[in-house]
């Protein structure tokens, strides 16, 4: 079992930044992946970015935002930056057992958090 919660939302406007925190416990962190993904009313929820044997980012938030970790403290966060209305969402956690899976496919992740609203205000 793995337990995730996130923190680190709120309201903030175009152009501003934020970083969402996401604090795990239950299972060795190092050996999993892990992920953030996002979900806006009516939408579907859609992969944002991933860290495990590689780094991984959705194309609409590559170069503003940064996914990285903190093994010794067993936190994933994710630093965004130049925030724009369009991001505004639920943004969950996820951790990936498996190091080799897609990373992308929502179905890969075993575990989520509660989720985290942000919302960007133009």
């Known amino acids: 079992q793995v337990q995730l919660v996130e923190s680190g939302g709120g309201l903030v406007q175009a152009g501003d930044s934020l970083r969402l925190s996401c604090a795990a416990s239950?299972?060795?962190?190092?050996?999993?992946?892990m992920g953030w993904f996002r979900q806006a009313p009516g939408k579907e929820r859609e992969f944002v970015a991933a860290?495990?044997?590689?780094?991984y980012y959705a194309d609409s938030v590559k170069g503003r935002f940064a996914i990285s970790r903190d093994n010794a403290k067993n936190t994933v966060y994710l630093q965004m930056n130049s925030l724009k209305p369009e991001d505004t969402a639920v943004y969950y956690c996820?951790?990936?057992?498996?190091?080799?899976?897609?990373?992308?496919?929502?179905?890969?992740?075993?575990?989520w958090g509660q989720g985290t609203q942000v919302t960007v205000s133009s």
């Open positions: 860290i495990g044997r590689i780094t």
């Open positions: 239950g299972r060795t962190f190092s050996s999993v992946a």
């Open positions: 996820a951790a990936d057992l498996n190091l080799y899976s897609d990373y992308v496919d929502i179905r890969a992740y075993e575990y």
